[in-house]
C-alpha cells in the first residue's frame, strides 16, 4: 500500500458526492434503484451496546438492509435476539463456528462489532467466506493489519467500508464542504476533541492494552477525521503526549492523549481524547471566517454554524443512512466513500502518536 499525501482533488470528489445527497433533501438519501427486490441480509458480529441500542434500530429502519443474522458467544443473547427479532436458527453463530458462515446466502453483509484488537481477525474471515464487512472505527490496531484487512478485501472482490457515520450527518457533510472548497479562504488552524467524564467498568476491555482500549482508539479516531476531511488533506507529522490521573484504574493504557497534527503548509491541528472532561468540538479558523461543530459526533444531536450563521438541517439517523449507503455500494459495485483506505489513513497518524509519545518528538505520518 502506497503511503502518499492524498490529493485535495480526493477529498473534493467524496465532498461533493455526500452534499450532493444532502442538496436533495435536508435528510439525506443514499437509496438504491427502487428495481431492486430483495433487500440485503446483515449478520452483526458482536451484541454489545452499540449493535443493541443503535445498529438493531438501524436496520429495522432501513430501507435496503435487514438483520439477517447474528455471531455471538453468549447464548442467552442468542435467544433473546432470535426471538426479537425472529431470527433463523440457521442464521446465529457463535465464534467457534463462524466460517460456515460461508455457505449461509440469507448473509449478505458481515458488520463487526468487536473490541478493536478482533476487528483484523473477524473481517479478514468474513471476507474470505465471500461476505462484504463493514467493520467498526477504528479499523484495526494498527497501519499493518488494515493494509491486510484491504488487501483480502480486494482479493476476495468483496467491499469493506468503515463504520465512519459522521460522513452521513448533513452538519458534517457541510463542514466537510467549506473548508475543502475554502468558503472562507484556506483553514489555518484546527482543533478537534472529544471526550467525556466517566470511570470505565473495572474489568472491561476498554482498559486492556492487548485488546485495544484507551481513549485514543475509541474515541480518537472522531478527532483525527474531523481534521483530515476538513482541511482536505493528509497531516504530515504528529507529535503527541499522553498522562494518567487515575492510576488505580488506568494500570495498562494511558487515560489522556493529546496530539498535534502538523500539515505540509504549517496548518496545526490541536486535539484531545480521554475520560476527564467533557469536549465534543470541531473548530477550524479560516483566513476570513470559521467552521464549528459543537457538538461535533452524537448520533443525532449535531450542531455547526460558520462565519455565515447557524446551520439549519434536521436529524438524520447516521447509522440507517450509513448501512444502506453500503448497501448501495454493493448492489452498484461502487466504492464506499469510508473505504478501508480511509480507515487505513486513520491508522498511520495512530501509529505515528504512538511512536511520538514513545520517543517524546515530532514523528512523521506514515
Not at 77 to 82: N, R
Not at 252 to 269: K, N, R, Y
Request: with cysteine.
Amino acid at each position: 500500500m502506497k503511503e502518499k499525501v492524498i490529493a485535495r482533488r480526493v477529498f473534493l470528489k467524496e465532498a461533493m458526492i455526500a452534499s450532493a445527497a444532502s442538496l436533495v433533501a435536508p435528510s439525506i438519501s443514499f437509496g438504491c434503484a427502487p428495481s431492486q427486490t430483495r433487500k440485503l441480509g446483515v449478520a452483526l458480529v458482536g451484541l454489545g451496546n452499540y449493535s443493541t441500542v443503535i445498529l438493531s434500530k438501524a436496520l429495522e429502519e432501513s430501507k435496503q438492509c435487514y438483520l439477517a443474522g447474528i455471531v455471538t458467544g453468549t447464548p442467552s443473547k442468542a435467544e433473546q435476539w432470535s426471538k426479537q427479532y425472529n431470527i433463523a436458527q440457521a442464521n446465529i453463530y457463535n465464534y467457534g463456528a463462524f466460517d460456515n458462515i460461508a455457505d449461509n446466502k440469507d448473509i449478505d453483509i458481515v458488520y463487526v462489532v468487536l473490541p478493536n484488537s478482533m476487528h483484523h481477525e473477524y473481517t479478514v474471515r468474513a471476507l474470505e467466506a465471500g461476505k462484504h464487512v463493514i467493520c467498526e472505527k477504528p479499523m484495526a490496531m494498527n497501519a499493518t493489519e488494515a493494509r491486510e484487512m484491504i488487501e483480502v478485501a480486494k482479493k476476495a472482490k468483496r467491499k469493506l467500508a468503515i463504520g465512519y457515520r459522521m460522513h452521513y450527518d448533513p452538519n458534517f457533510i457541510e463542514a466537510k464542504r467549506l473548508g475543502q472548497t475554502e468558503a472562507f479562504g484556506p483553514v489555518n488552524y484546527m482543533e478537534t476533541s472529544l471526550g467525556y467524564s466517566f470511570t470505565p467498568e473495572i474489568g472491561s476491555w476498554k482498559l486492556m492494552k492487548s485488546m485495544g482500549g484507551g481513549s485514543l482508539y475509541n474515541l480518537g479516531v472522531y478527532p483525527i477525521q474531523s481534521a483530515r476531511h476538513v482541511k482536505g488533506k493528509e497531516p504530515v507529522f504528529v507529535t503527541a503526549q499522553a498522562t494518567t490521573k487515575r492510576k488505580d484504574i488506568f494500570t495498562e493504557v494511558h487515560e489522556i492523549f493529546t496530539w498535534q497534527l502538523e500539515f505540509a503548509d504549517g496548518t496545526l491541528c490541536n486535539s484531545y481524547s480521554g475520560p476527564v472532561a467533557f469536549i465534543d468540538r470541531l473548530f477550524a479558523g479560516c483566513k476570513d471566517g470559521f467552521i464549528e461543530l459543537d457538538p461535533a459526533t452524537q448520533y443525532n444531536g449535531v450542531a455547526g454554524r460558520s462565519s455565515r450563521g447557524e446551520f439549519s438541517f434536521k436529524p438524520v439517523f447516521q447509522q440507517q443512512l450509513q448501512i444502506d449507503d453500503f448497501a448501495r455500494c454493493v448492489r452498484e459495485d461502487k466504492p464506499s466513500i469510508v473505504s478501508g483506505e480511509d480507515g487505513l489513513r486513520d491508522m498511520l497518524i495512530l501509529d505515528a502518536i504512538h511512536r511520538s509519545i514513545e520517543s517524546g518528538k515530532k514523528e512523521k505520518v506514515g
